[in-house]
């Protein structure tokens, strides 16, 4: 039976603090097969993106995927006979978090693959767990942090440089100003990351789907007066590229990272960039024929390994540490 109003959509009771604190259990497999599956739902966002945006503008892109995603979500709760909360709080804070996990940084990131290739957008993209790990560490505190981690997240953040820097060298152009705004957007999805916490007491379903409904409706109104999109003539491939992308990589995608986030936490569920980078970066050469340049293929290795580094246990730290000394 529907669940009452006044339980519209709750998981469990309302966390106290503003970051509540994640489960402190044992971890099993079931946990990872999420981020693994969070992992490939993300990873075809890029190249998807770049299949779809010749043929449709980016506002008008981002507002369909997530409608597309919004009513795919709809339909299930419906079926599953889950109401969607009606109070000013729930809807605030769905707001708040569309804004800075999907709207603002998919924008720039949308606007910026029309000059940046797809393989570098998702190893730029992938550098989250490490931006979250910074935030979490000098300003937030609410996950644990150690010194080893913070040097394995330099080491990520090297990676970035490899990228951007190289290109750099080149001149400031368009694709830097590009690269340098994905970055930007990387920092919003770790604010998110974070700021998720706070929806932890609601349904992951509920959460991704009133998410997805506002970010839709509030790029609506600039999508027909800016693109006018009956005058589109997008592609098939664009069309599917973008049903695709609201189903899988929105709907399905956004809900596996609330139940991650509140499975395995900020840092844990961050580190599905790891898993990302190579599967986004073999969909974007096998579905656009992109390749690796040197400074790709480098940037990838040393994000993978600072990302990698901060999802090993600490116990496996101490293993380590203590094997090296009785060397």
């Not at 992938?126 to 010194?147: C, D, G, K």
């Not at 953040?157 to 930007?184: H, K, M, N, P, Y």
Request: glycine share 8%.
């Amino acid at each position: 039976m529907p669940q009452s109003t006044s339980e519209a959509g709750r998981a469990r009771p309302a966390a106290s603090s503003p970051l509540p604190s994640i489960a402190t259990g044992a971890r099993n497999w079931r946990d990872y097969a999420l981020l693994l599956a969070l992992a490939c739902c993300w990873s075809s966002t890029y190249p998807l993106t770049k299949l779809a945006l010749p043929t449709i503008p980016p506002i008008t892109f981002i507002s369909a995927r997530s409608l597309i995603a919004a009513a795919f979500l709809f339909a299930i709760l419906w079926m599953r006979g889950t109401r969607i909360p009606t109070d000013a709080k729930a809807w605030k804070l769905f707001a708040t978090q569309q804004l800075i996990n999907s709207t603002f940084p998919f924008l720039i990131i949308t606007w910026s693959q029309q000059y940046v290739p797809a393989s570098n957008t998702v190893v730029l993209a992938s550098t989250t767990p490490i931006f979250a790990f910074l935030i979490t560490s000098l300003i937030t505190r609410h996950e644990p942090a150690t010194l080893l981690k913070l040097t394995v997240a330099i080491l990520g953040l090297a990676g970035t440089v490899a990228i951007v820097g190289l290109d750099a060298l080149r001149g400031f152009g368009s694709e830097i100003v590009a690269e340098i705004a994905i970055l930007l957007a990387t920092i919003s999805f770790a604010c998110a990351t974070i700021f998720g916490l706070r929806l932890s007491e609601y349904d992951p379903m509920v959460v991704a789907a009133g998410s997805l409904l506002f970010g839709g409706l509030v790029l609506l109104p600039p999508s027909l007066l800016i693109d006018q999109p009956w005058t589109l003539q997008p592609t098939p491939t664009a069309i599917i590229a973008t049903i695709v992308m609201g189903i899988v990589s929105s709907a399905l995608g956004l809900m596996l990272f609330y139940v991650c986030l509140g499975r395995l936490g900020t840092l844990t569920t961050n580190a599905q960039g790891y898993l990302r980078i190579p599967i986004g970066v073999g969909l974007s050469v096998l579905l656009l024929g992109e390749s690796v340049p040197s400074n790709l293929a480098l940037g990838l290795l040393l994000v993978m390994a600072g990302v990698a580094a901060m999802t090993v246990p600490a116990e496996v730290y101490k293993r380590w540490s203590g094997r090296v000394r009785g060397l």
